[in-house]
């Protein structure tokens, strides 16, 4: 691994991300589009727009991101990628924007006309935004896009087969990360009928995006032939393999009502097959354009990747504690704030070292990756780096994250 391959992890797990969790937000509002009619309906339409009140906004910092570190750490790939393909990155933006807005205007609503009008604007912009970004996508592993401001059509690079399909199997997938995530938060909140009817709704979006991806191959294989044979050959058939068992892993836990792990488990699906499409296209992000020719100049590449590993030493601990609390219910609890002390937030890590472990880590890293040369010291700093995150992470945390017993018992005793 080299330094120009940091960034680019950063960006595939910014996607991973936002494929999960932004994912199943936009799939809820699918839901809501396809409640039906009737009290029973409107129970459903409630139940997905409150799930996602506590997150919706901090689910989008990923989207963000990957578009920051993609400008940053290779402005070549991205120029050509904004201009080539501005058209569904607007109609995305407009999607965005318009679901934020009349989320926000639901609870305005005076009368019952009003709120149909809402829902439904919420809904059909909570399909087309993952719509177009997938399309997005599609038109990049079909390698639509060549570099080049505004080099390739500004239409037909994403109106393809390979492009409409991934813009459909992303709002499929959407769809059905909703429902598991829904089924869980029924069950949390006692409402048995609410997690029966999205526990179907797992199980038809699951049947569906599997029926859209076998139907897809044969499209992906004549109009994406170098993608086609990177997913089923060598490392790209590997991941496809983990994606599949995932997914079937997924199923059974909704089958057994197993809603918390099956979280995790879709979300390796998920990655699974973003990773899949990263390995099938390596080393080539645009044709003619490989991963080394796209990357910024060294200096930036590590200015990047030390933003990126200080920002996420604040944003990780800052997400855990919301999604603690959100699938905690503990959000809307009326507790008396207490203010965190400095030995709060490092007493967690104090017996096993583990922030002086990562001071460490972050020192040899930024030497490794600033001061030499060779492919092999960038390799190290690297490890170094991300050996950096994991043990500072634990080292953030409040107390209250990682469980009572993992508070100093000298603390314990105090209480």
Known sequence: ????????????????????????????????????????????????????????????????????????????????????????????????????????????????????????????????????????????????????????????????????????????????MAAVFLCADAVRLGERELEAQFRKRAFASAVIAGAIVL???????????????????????????????????TFALVLRRRYEPARYSAAVAVGAVVAGWALAQSPTILPGLTITEAAAAHDTLVAIIVSVLAGGAILFPSLALLFKLVLGGRLDEHEPPRALSARDLVGVSAPRLLTRVAGACLIAGLGFTTVADAGWAHAIGATCLLAFVAFAFPAALPPDILGEDAVPQSEGRGR
């Open 215 to 249: 139907a897809g191959l044969p499209v992906v294989r004549s109009q994406a032939h170098p993608l086609f044979h990177g997913l089923v050959h060598g490392k790209g058939l590997a991941a496809l393999a983990v994606s599949v068992l995932a997914g079937i892993c």
């Open 1 to 176: 691994m080299h330094l120009y391959d940091i960034p680019l992890i950063f960006v595939l797990a910014g996607l991973v991300f936002y494929a999960v969790l932004g994912g199943a937000d936009f799939g809820a509002g699918f839901w809501q589009l396809t409640a039906g009619k009737g009290p029973h309906a409107q129970s459903i339409r409630d139940h997905a727009h409150h799930a996602i009140a506590p997150v919706w906004e901090a689910n989008h910092v990923w989207l963000v991101f990957v578009l920051t570190v993609t400008w940053t750490a290779y402005p070549t790939a991205f120029g050509a990628i904004a201009s080539t393909l501005s058209v569904p990155l607007f109609i995305a933006g407009l999607g965005i924007i318009f679901r934020g807005a009349t989320y926000a205007l639901r609870a305005g609503t005076a009368r019952a006309g009003e709120q149909r009008v809402v829902d439904t604007v919420f809904s059909l912009s909570s399909i087309l935004a993952p719509f177009a970004l997938g399309t997005v996508v599609g038109a990049i592993a079909a390698r639509r896009v060549p570099v080049g401001n505004a080099a390739g059509d500004q239409f037909s690079s994403w109106l393809n087969g390979t492009a409409v399909l991934t813009g459909v199997l992303a709002v499929a997938i959407s769809a059905y």
